[in-house]
């Protein structure tokens, strides 16, 4: 039995002018070419830049009356972390025009699964000029499950990947209720993913910077691709997971404007 799905799936349910998120099927943690049975449900999110061009982030599984229901061009097809990728190559095929970009490691983990993706360009620290106005972004230091997490300015929507899960456990069946719940990664107080937790505490430096970029951001609402997001009170749910803003970060926040 799967997890019950965020109906209706591959819908696009907008958030905010411009930003949107599409919930899709549900998929199967796949661990040195074995399907097991841990079902989880996946969702990708849709911003509509400045110039017209929709940015995908973790497109979910290709389905031909999302990609008519969607606007053009579809321009670039995002990978935030090495896991988020496996539907890029469909849209691709559709969408020839569509930039595919790659998180770290991705390229050996496609071939290593025989995934047909080709990817054009890396993603940077930094934003790069095709979505720069919109769009921040920086990588949050999670070691080998390290991704990119990106801010939409004017809805002030912080967009996670695997960063922060937050799972409904009444949508898990069991076995996989009960270890979830084991985890601490559950709704309403969702948590950073587990494996992130021991590589961002040995890289306090990097992470001090990466979570004094968040706070600076301010966001109002947190998008996720598992479980519930959290729609509002972010201020709060960030403070919780991430911790306080540091010093430097508060004390910018006082500083007159120059
Ligand atoms: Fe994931």
Redesign the pocket.
């Known amino acids: 039995m799967g997890a019950s799905l965020y109906e209706p799936i591959n819908v696009y349910k907008p958030i905010a002018p411009d930003i949107g998120i599409v919930d899709g099927p549900c998929e199967y943690l796949t661990v040195a070419g074995v399907r097991l049975p841990l079902p989880?449900t996946t969702r990708m999110t849709v911003v509509r830049l400045t110039n017209g061009d929709l940015f995908l982030h973790s497109p979910i599984k290709f389905d031909e009356a999302l990609g008519n229901e969607l606007q053009r061009p579809i321009r670039h097809l995002v990978s935030p972390?090495q896991?988020?990728y496996a539907h890029i190559g469909e849209w691709s095929k559709v969408y020839p025009d569509a930039i595919t970009w790659a998180s770290p490691r991705v390229r050996q983990r496609a071939r290593a699964r025989h995934v047909d993706v080709t990817f054009m360009r890396d993603l940077d620290v930094n934003p790069p000029e095709e979505w720069r106005r919109d769009i921040d972004q920086t990588l949050f230091p999670g070691g080998y499950f390290k991704e990119f997490i990106f801010f939409h300015k004017a809805s002030k929507t912080l967009i996670l990947?695997?960063t922060i899960i937050n799972i409904e456990l009444d949508k898990m069946p069991e076995p996989w209720r009960t270890a979830t719940k084991l985890t601490g990664m559950y709704h309403p107080r969702g948590q950073m993913f587990f494996g992130m937790r021991l590589p961002l505490f040995l890289q306090r430096r990097k992470a001090k910077a990466v979570l004094a970029k968040i706070h600076s951001w301010q966001p109002e609402r947190v998008l996720l691709?598992?479980g519930r997001c959290f729609e509002s009170h972010s201020d709060e749910v960030i403070k919780r997971i991430f911790g306080e803003p540091p010093i430097e970060s508060k004390a910018s926040k006082l500083s007159p404007p120059r």
């Open positions: 989880f972390n896991f988020h990947t695997d691709s598992h």
